[in-house]
């Protein structure tokens, strides 16, 4: 097959976009997000994300994993979607409605000569009911509507606090005095994995820095860690106030780069704002 394909990144979450208002939807994107994604033989990703029409929104994103399995979500994703829209000619306004697997979003943008250099993100209410996170987990009163905040779990050896917090997919944030390998690269995996997880998870390890700023690692569900994760960095900025270790405005450091945080108290949404950038485009030709 040839595939048109643009390569974007946002903070340096990277993955191949496939334009599907002009090209053909792939006929199996699960097995194309595996074979592009490869670093080595492919075209290198942390997965595939399809830009198709939409009947409800300006454009609709299709998110998934190096693995194969479908998200429901991506923050630096839908950011590079808004980006390529507006830069490509589909719609070319500075206020985007995109249609995700999370609903409808809202995104506005930041445009420099003709091009967008930034995209603030609606990201909606966080779900904090551990059955629509889902987690098996439930908070020290038991009621199975509290949610989990500083909940303690052992794994692997590791006495650990979580709190879990869904935007649009699911999220495990862990606040660490040292978000290191052992955590992120060995740790990581066993929680995205854990049974008491029915759908998997996404799991931060987060870093205080300030009671504004924080610093974050993600293992990423179906991708390994990843050098940022947007829904990730709006779930750490709830599991932030909700356990009283941040403001409701942060600063995110993350691996490949900085996003800005804010839960909004009157609305219960959480907004993102970051950078998106195209790297390059090209035609992949490979059997499938």
């Not at 490869?38 to 939409?54: A, Y």
């Not at 996404?202 to 300030?210: K, M, P, R």
């Not at 600063?251 to 195209?278: R, S, Y």
Request: glycine letters at 10%; proline letters at 5%; aromatic letters at 6%.
């Amino acid at each position: 097959m040839n595939l048109t394909f643009t390569k974007m990144h946002g903070a340096g979450n990277d993955y191949v976009y496939v334009d599907c208002f002009a090209h053909e939807t792939p006929a199996d994107p699960a097995a194309v997000a595996v074979a592009v994604s490869d670093r080595n033989k492919g075209i290198g990703g942390d997965g595939l994300i399809l830009i198709c029409p939409s009947d409800i929104a300006d454009a609709q994103m299709r998110m998934f994993n190096s693995d194969g399995s479908e998200s429901e979500m991506c923050g630096n994703g839908l950011r590079c979607v808004a980006k390529y829209v507006y830069d490509h000619g589909i719609a070319a306004k500075d206020k985007l409605t995109i249609e995700t697997g999370a609903g409808v979003l809202s995104v506005e943008l930041f445009v420099e000569n003709g091009k967008v250099d930034g995209v603030k993100v609606d990201m909606g209410e966080p779900i904090l009911t551990p059955a629509e996170v889902p987690t098996k987990l439930l908070a020290a009163d038991q009621n199975p509507d509290s949610p989990v905040v500083a909940l303690p779990l052992e794994i692997d050896g590791h006495q650990l606090e979580v709190t879990c917090v869904s935007m649009g997919n699911p999220h495990c944030i862990i606040f660490v005095d040292e978000a290191t390998d052992e955590l992120v690269l060995n740790v990581g995996p066993k929680i995205e994995n854990d049974p008491r997880f029915p759908s998997r998870i996404n799991v931060e390890f987060v870093e205080i820095v300030s009671p504004d700023e924080v610093r974050q690692r993600t293992w990423e569900r179906g991708s390994g860690e990843t050098l940022a994760c947007g829904t990730g960095a709006s779930a750490v900025c709830v599991a932030g106030v909700l356990t009283g270790k941040t403001n409701r405005k942060i600063t995110n450091h993350l691996l490949g780069g900085t996003l800005t945080l804010e839960w909004i108290e009157e609305t219960n949404h959480v907004f993102m704002t970051g950078p998106a950038t195209e790297v390059f485009s090209g035609i992949w030709h490979e059997e499938v």
